[in-house]
């Protein structure tokens, strides 16, 4: 069995590596992309650092391992290792009799007495706390305490001359380069900690799976990227920090490659950038946009090693497919409790007993007599503080699980009437659960609280963070979308309309959408197609609005456009299920059925849960490819993922007996019911949640 070698870094992408790649600069990460299988990772709400490595190590969301807030420094009560709710991989391998090595794992302090040794990354953020009577809990276990300091590496200790390369010669920067240089100081230091204890650890312990993780430079963290580079790696004198630390990380992997020697599986994780959407008319709400069309950051992934298939590409993936895709390479079973599932990187994949979960029984619980499951969210909602709560709601949201997130939502903002994020997220809820009368009693609330309504009404002051992001516009721009479900097109256009006449050029993007959307609800498919071209034309890599225009060009029977532009969706973005949807629709319009097919088959394997393309597969292998079984697998398939009560004339069987039983219910009653067997399909401009 090979060992498992697990690399994490904190802020990257596709996006970022790629060109660096293409220069020659990251020759490591090429050759594992090379002989190995890469691609995207899609990556779950909240946008928390803790929490994203968390889900690495863990399989599940936010809302499961309760990891959902920064790691803590030194003097606060709570740390997040305490309030981790299941196990992580180094738990379940040492209860397997394997061996971990982990080193700086955000939200791991204090050090778990595991099998193997662990290295906190508090205690590499700040070495052995200087207070008498402090206990040194970074370390496990405590023998490695003085060699493991030794190799930590302060600020003052960074020779000036190796930072040169780092230090970009904008003269805008000139003002702040006390801070900046500091920043750059700090985040080397932190860097070359990591990675000298990690060297020394593969070399001093025995181990059957590592991992390190290695933080990024503060001025480019997960809290976001400077607009200039959000198009990936631009100018050499707006890019000089981030490249050359991403060239620094190719090293480092270098060494460790070297150490571990080809025995190794490797697995590279990158966590991703968060850029901002220069073209979105709504402001983001930390971490969750209150647009209806969110754009997905994902991070990167590279595995290599004995085993794994050379020089393919994954889509799909996930960062919560990450500790299935550990266990089965270290031929352990990933728990039916996990989110994720095993990544399509192995040559030949050994099938494990399943089962149910890893995570330890209960204190107090016999197996006997086992109480009933209690939902992790419950004990959340008791214990999690504000910020903890919103981006629990973001996670709920994120899951499908819209209800929870609304009720923990509408609590939050009742107790803090300024939190105005809760509010709009709230809002968003209530748009996707269709309530509109609460949607509607929402947003008037929101315009008492930010002074916008009446004299007189005014309960709070305005949000200090949502200054310069909610403004008029956005608040029309809600209002208009709130009558839009309410059934008051009309009006809602109209508004719509009224906004483009002063809304900048780059933020008309999403009025066009809205505008086109309602157009197609009103049957004008050629006003549509204009509004989604003129969408497309703002923002040409905006992949909802080309998905829309695909959309459109099908309603008006153009198929061929309709599969040049879900295409185009697909290149831009290859794990969009909707994409591979719309053109798999538009192919078998155009005589294509057994392309149509290969289409539909991957948005089902991205999205299982997706009744529609479920039908459609039905349909073309009973009807055009002559494949029976194949059609009753997806039927079968169509009928556990429709919504329940999903029902029209036009999904009716055809069989004669349905017939039949649709006549004698007309005859008695007048008004048939359907015959039960087939759903409804709901449109395709509506997918399912979670899709």
Not at 22 to 30: A, I, K, N, T, V
Request: hydrophobic share 40%; net charge positive.
């Amino acid at each position: 069995m090979s060992r498992v070698l697990l690399i994490g870094w904190e802020a990257a992408d596709w996006r970022l590596l790629r060109p660096l790649m293409d220069r020659g600069l990251m020759p490591h990460l090429q050759a594992m992309v090379r002989t190995g299988v890469s691609g995207d990772l899609a990556i779950p709400l909240p946008w928390v650092s803790s929490s994203l490595w968390t889900s690495v190590v863990t399989g599940k969301r936010a809302h499961k391992h309760g990891i959902l807030q920064p790691c803590p420094r030194t003097g606060q009560e709570r740390n997040p290792f305490v309030s981790r709710q299941c196990a992580a991989l180094w738990d379940i391998l040492g209860r397997s009799g394997l061996s971990s090595v982990v080193v700086g794992w955000p939200a791991t302090d204090p050090a778990e007495s595991i099998r193997g040794a662990m290295i906190s990354d508090a205690f590499i953020r700040l070495g052995i706390p200087g207070a008498a009577g402090l206990k040194p809990d970074g370390v496990h276990p405590p023998r490695l305490l003085r060699s493991v300091s030794d190799l930590r590496v302060s600020p003052d200790r960074i020779d000036p001359e190796l930072l040169r390369p780092l230090l970009p010669m904008d003269s805008a920067l000139s003002s702040a380069r006390p801070v900046f240089v500091d920043c750059i100081h700090r985040g080397a230091a932190e860097l070359s900690t990591v990675h000298a204890v990690a060297t020394g650890l593969v070399q001093w312990e025995p181990w059957d799976f590592m991992a390190v993780r290695y933080p990024g430079f503060l001025p480019f963290g997960c809290a976001g990227l400077d607009p200039d580079l959000q198009g990936g790696i631009g100018s050499p004198e707006d890019t000089v920090l981030l490249s050359h630390s991403m060239v620094c990380l190719d090293r480092m992997l270098g060494t460790l490659i070297h150490l571990v020697g080809p025995e190794t599986r490797i697995l590279v994780v990158a966590g991703g950038v968060r850029r901002p959407d220069r073209f979105q008319f709504l402001p983001w709400l930390d971490g969750f946009p209150a647009a209806e069309f969110p754009l997905r950051e994902r991070g990167a992934f590279a595995m290599s090693g004995p085993g794994i298939r050379t020089g393919s590409t994954a889509v799909g993936a996930s960062v919560l497919d990450i500790t299935p895709t550990v266990l089965q390479a270290l031929g352990l079973p990933a728990g039916e409790d996990m989110d994720g599932s095993v990544m399509p990187v192995f040559s030949q994949l050994k099938r494990l007993a399943s089962v149910p979960g890893w995570d330890p029984p209960r204190r107090g619980s016999i197996a006997k007599d086992d109480p009933p499951e209690v939902d992790p969210v419950a004990s959340l909602l008791s214990v999690t503080g504000a910020d903890e709560r919103f981006h629990l709601a973001c996670g709920l949201m994120d899951c499908g699980r819209v209800s929870d997130a609304a009720l923990s939502l509408e609590n939050l903002w009742n107790e803090r009437p300024a939190d105005f994020r809760s509010a709009l997220l709230l809002l968003r809820c209530r748009l996707l659960l269709r309530e509109h009368g609460q949607a509607r009693q929402t947003f008037d609330g929101l315009l008492r609280r930010l002074r916008f309504g009446p004299s007189g009404e005014t309960v709070v002051e305005r949000s200090a963070e949502l200054e310069g992001g909610l403004d008029q516009n956005a608040l029309w721009f809600l209002e208009a979308e709130l009558l839009e479900r309410e059934g008051r097109l009309g009006l809602a256009m109209g508004m719509y309309r009224q906004m483009l006449k002063t809304a900048p050029l780059q933020s008309r993007r999403d009025l066009h959408l809205r505008l086109a959307e309602g157009h197609l609800r009103l049957g004008e498919r050629a006003a549509a197609i204009n509004q989604f071209v003129t969408a497309c034309s703002i923002d040409a890599s905006h992949v909802p609005s080309i998905n829309g225009l695909s959309r459109a060009y099908l309603l008006a029977r153009r198929f061929q456009e309709a599969v040049a532009e879900a295409r185009r969706a697909v290149a831009l973005d290859p794990a969009n299920p909707i994409a591979h949807f719309l053109q798999g629709v538009a192919l078998v319009r155009c005589g294509h059925p057994d392309w149509a097919a290969s289409a539909l088959e991957e948005a089902v394997r991205q999205s299982p849960m997706f009744p529609q393309a479920h039908r459609r597969l039905a349909r073309i292998y009973r009807v055009h490819l002559n494949n029976p079984a194949k059609a009753r697998q997806h039927l079968r398939s169509f009928l556990k993922t429709r919504p329940p009560g999903s029902m029209t004339p036009s999904m009716r069987s055809r069989s004669r007996t349905d017939r039949i039983q649709g006549r004698i219910a007309k005859a008695r009653t007048g008004n048939p019911k359907p015959p039960l067997g087939l759903g409804q399909a709901t449109t395709i401009s509506e997918p399912v949640a979670g899709t």
